[in-house]
């Protein structure tokens, strides 16, 4: 889901949680809450990069691992160790395209989360992830149209 946050709100976000709201992690933070692609480290470096000529990829990778341990991002690992970053950290679920590896929210609601995590109420969770691969609508009609 995209956040729409302002630079304003991201610095409180940030000055909030500790951390020093230099421009790149609020250029960085802010991009993360304008999109829902869920993009990778390199995505988010060229994106930012052309508009921030300071801005180098061991700042994005240090940034992003910053907010995901502060948990104002998610650090999402899909598969293998392909790493995405999203902004949305409320208790939703991802499903991955195996065609053209789009990442799209999964809305969890408040019955489907009981029914989810039934069998763990004795337990405390800290964190919760669901990953569902296969293949998106928009690839489905493009296989059927082929057909």
């Known amino acids: 889901m995209k956040l729409?946050?302002?630079t304003e709100q991201v610095k409180q976000l940030l000055i909030g949680k500790g951390i020093r709201p230099s421009s790149q992690r609020v250029a960085i933070l802010h991009?993360?809450?304008?999109v829902t692609s869920h993009p990778s480290a390199e995505c988010v470096f060229e994106t930012l990069s052309p508009k921030i000529a300071s801005l180098s990829r061991a700042t994005v990778?240090?940034?992003?691992?910053?907010?995901?341990?502060?948990?104002?991002?998610l650090a999402l690992t899909?598969?293998?160790d392909e790493?995405?970053?999203d902004a949305d950290t409320s208790l939703h679920g991802h499903f991955?395209?195996?065609?053209?590896n789009?990442?799209?929210?999964?809305?969890?609601?408040k019955q489907k989360q009981t029914a989810i995590l039934e069998d763990l109420t004795d337990f405390e969770i800290d964190k919760a992830h669901l990953y569902i691969h296969g293949t998106c609508k928009k690839c489905?009609?493009?296989k059927k149209n082929l057909n």
């Open 140 to 142: 489905l009609r493009k």
């Open 102 to 109: 789009e990442l799209y929210d999964i809305v969890i609601s």
């Open 4 to 6: 729409n946050r302002t």
């Open 96 to 100: 991955k395209c195996n065609q053209c």
């Open 61 to 73: 990778y240090n940034t992003l691992n910053l907010l995901a341990n502060n948990n104002l991002i």
């Open 78 to 80: 899909i598969e293998g």
């Open 83 to 85: 790493k995405r970053f």
């Open 31 to 34: 991009h993360l809450c304008s």
